[in-house]
């Protein structure tokens, strides 16, 4: 039985393990995110946050944090701000992508607007930082604060990466590691920072959220065309509707024969996408075996990230890592 088809889920045993600490981090997110003179700010959040979303990202820091035993109480905060960081992203992102649905609802900008979406991100941000100043430690301040900037610098790269042939997968890694993988390992990271861990267990937590950040966005892109949209939340061909160049297509436009380039020149770089044309992307996909080879890949970083746990104390949690670990790539199977 694969962890897809297991009735208990990594996600969901972790979830299940830091329950009462995730009602908490729920609780500061829902106080956090009012507003006395501005009425759309929880509005806008509580859309999106309420959505419905696994909290993935929260859920690491506090995770690490009790692995290393820290009994609190700055883990909660951590979380919350890991957690509004990746909600003003997402809230940003939609705009730039001019998406018009998110874990299977209408976006924000697409039941209010850009402005709003914008803004309410920029306040995200804003409550953000003053969680992490209300732990007094600085080292955590500085994590986050490179994260928050990684993602934006890797957002930014991703503009002129994602539309130009040229783009190889050295340039695609740099991209995710900044846009996705930065939170992963910064969430990660701080939980065993603020537990006060020597250097080299807190490395280890880092590789581990980095590893498992690039292998999520690597299953991602896989999952845009091959996945099903009630469990991606979007719709199918939606990166080559908007003319991305992830994995699988990098692997199979450095195969591509001259016709093939031509094709992929037209709709990736050109924007001229006729009927018929997402199907002949996935014909070409599997001409040249890419999504089995970026699903390796996958594979190849979740290793990463299970190897960097090695050095951190045996507890439940790490396990539930491990696995954590495994269930990403299962995702595509």
């Excluded at 006060?196 to 065309?225: E, R, T």
Aim: charge should be negative.
């Amino acid at each position: 039985m694969s962890l897809d088809e297991a009735a208990v889920k990594p996600h969901e045993q972790l979830s299940a393990v830091l329950q009462a600490d995730m009602a908490q981090v729920n609780d500061l997110i829902r106080d956090r995110m009012a507003s006395e003179h501005a009425p759309r700010i929880p509005e806008v959040t509580a859309h999106l946050i309420e959505a419905g979303g696994k909290r993935l990202r929260p859920m690491l820091t506090l995770a690490s944090a009790k692995m290393c035993g820290y009994p609190g109480p700055y883990h909660v905060h951590l979380a919350a701000a890991v957690e509004f960081i990746h909600t003003a992203t997402l809230l940003h992102d939609d705009v730039v992508d001019e998406s018009g649905q998110r874990r299977g609802r209408p976006t924000a900008n697409l039941l209010w607007d850009n402005k709003s979406s914008v803004l309410v991100g920029d306040y995200l941000f804003a409550r953000s930082f003053q969680l992490m100043v209300e732990t007094d430690n600085i080292r955590v301040l500085n994590i986050l604060a490179n994260a928050a900037a990684t993602i934006a610098e890797g957002e930014v790269l991703q503009l002129t990466a994602a539309q130009n042939l040229a783009t190889d997968e050295a340039l695609y890694l740099k991209v995710i590691r900044g846009k996705t993988a930065a939170l992963f390992s910064a969430a990660t990271e701080v939980g065993g920072v603020i537990s006060g861990q020597p250097d080299d267990l807190v490395q280890g937590l880092f590789d581990y959220g980095d590893a498992l950040g690039i292998a999520f966005q690597i299953v991602d892109d896989l999952l845009d065309y091959g996945g099903q949209a009630t469990a991606t939340g979007k719709n199918i061909g939606d990166d080559f509707r908007e003319r991305k160049l992830t994995l699988p297509v990098i692997k199979a436009v450095a195969r591509a024969d001259a016709d093939e380039r031509a094709f992929w020149s037209r709709v990736i770089e050109a924007g001229d996408q006729r009927d018929g044309d997402l199907d002949h992307a996935l014909d070409l996909l599997a001409k040249h075996d890419a999504m089995a080879k970026t699903r390796s890949d996958a594979i190849a970083w979740t290793d990463k990230a299970k190897s960097a746990l090695g050095p951190l104390p045996d507890h439940d949690i790490k396990q539930m890592l491990i696995d954590l670990a495994d269930y990403v790539v299962a995702r595509v199977n």
